[in-house]
């Protein structure tokens, strides 16, 4: 439970305590959503501020370098994940017998992560939401045609191999964005989603060319140079979260959560990203509360021992309490502890150096006591998960 009581680093300074007593408090969705309008204001006052300098100074590659890194250094973790989940779960709220005014701020504030900030770290208006809360998390990383276009399950995830793939996955997955989600929302959304999310990526590469009659160097420092960092950091973000697969036993995906993901435990990232270590928790219950994923964990883990205590003790699983998850065939729920995903999906490309590394690693969420014991077992089912799944086209031939 330490991610669970760990010291909030989402942001920097907090808004003044009168502005959040008076005017955040009142409107909470959930109470320690406190640190997320903290790390979200934080963005609001740095990026538009640091990038309206940018433009208002002399052409120079050395400030435009400057301002990325100092974006992305400070902000990228922070804002990326404070945008995640407000976008499953918008932070605030406004009471029923709100004003009109109160209702559209408060609006406004929910959406600006998605609409606004995300331009700043080169992720196009309206796209965020649509890629990732409708596509991924509605296709599970399902290879199958126009369900989640950026699906690892058929893509080789270990070694050089991997890292070769993974190239062709950044390509094809993130940095083509601008033609792939209009053409999945127009087969899955519908056209008013498409519209939507034509509009976001015009609008976002159209104030690339009206910034060039600004400021021509500054403008590409605050549009395709952020757009191509942010593709390929995400890319390698759901790579790595998704790079230990359980397949069924024809080699075809699985969707379950706890075979398409893991959980990092007890990692630093978590304290600076509102514990997205929690990933498998996260895809069973998206919309859980960020601060509670630490205690969902828990609570499988307690449901996992107390089905197999009964099951050891009864001799058949007749009249067992049940797992957390029953559907198909049952599989391992991975979890590790003291690494974050970035360190999975390199240790995942460093073959069996990475195994042996993140095998030492290994949390049993049934008996976290066994951890050294079942290290061996741990190699060997990671090689296992890091096969590329088949699809029914290839079986058919």
């Given at each position: ?36 309008v903290?790390?979200l204001?934080?963005?609001a ?49 406004a ?11 408060v ?64 390509l094809?997955?993130?940095a083509?964005l601008a ?12 056209i ?39 593709s ?21 995906a ?11 435990l ?14 498998a928790?996260?895809h ?8 509670e994923?630490?205690?969902r ?23 067992a309490?049940?797992p ?31 195994e ?17 014991h ?24």
């Open positions: 439970m330490t991610d669970y009581h760990a010291k909030r680093q989402e942001y920097y300074v907090p808004l003044p305590v009168w502005i959040t007593n008076k005017f955040v408090k009142p409107m909470l969705a959930h109470e320690k959503d406190t640190a997320l903290h790390a204001a934080n963005v006052i740095f990026a538009p501020t640091a990038a309206c300098l940018l433009l208002a100074a002399r052409p120079s590659h050395v400030l435009g370098a400057l301002y990325v890194a100092a974006l992305y250094a400070l902000f990228l973790q922070r804002f990326m994940l404070a945008m995640h989940y407000a976008a499953h779960r918008p932070p605030l709220q009471p029923a017998n709100a004003s009109n005014t109160t209702k559209l701020v609006a406004a504030f929910n959406e600006a992560p998605t609409t606004l900030l995300c331009a700043f770290f080169g992720l196009p208006p309206c796209c965020y939401r649509m890629h990732h809360v409708a596509m991924h998390h509605g296709g599970a990383n399902s290879p199958a045609p126009w369900r989640d276009l950026s699906s690892t399950a058929t893509l080789p995830r270990r070694g050089a191999r991997g890292a070769a793939a993974f190239v062709w996955y950044w094809r997955s993130f083509a033609a792939s989600l209009p053409l999945w929302a127009m087969r899955r959304r519908g008013a989603d498409t519209v939507k999310t034509v509009c976001g990526i015009v609008a976002y590469f159209g104030t690339y060319f009206a910034l060039r009659n600004v400021n021509a160097v500054a403008a590409n420092y605050l549009i395709p140079v952020p757009f191509l960092i942010s390929l950091a995400l890319a390698f973000g759901n790579w790595s979260q998704h790079v230990l697969l359980h397949l069924a036993d024809d080699g075809t699985r969707t379950e959560p706890h075979a398409v993901a893991y959980d990092c007890v990692c630093a990232d978590n304290a600076r990203t509102f514990n997205d270590g929690y990933h928790v996260h069973e219950e998206p919309t859980c509360h960020w601060s994923m630490p205690l964990y828990a609570q499988r883990c307690e449901a996992w021992i107390a089905h197999l205590e009964y099951v050891r003790d009864h001799g058949s699983a007749d009249g309490p049940p957390p998850h029953s559907r198909r065939e049952p599989c391992a729920r991975l979890a590790f502890e003291g690494l974050g995903f970035f360190d999975i999906g390199v240790l995942c490309l460093l073959g069996e150096y990475g042996r590394t993140m095998a030492k690693h290994f949390v049993d969420a049934c008996d976290p006591s066994e951890r050294e079942d290290s061996a077992w741990c190699a060997t089912e990671l090689r296992r998960r890091l096969r590329p799944a088949v699809t029914k086209s290839t079986m058919r031939h």
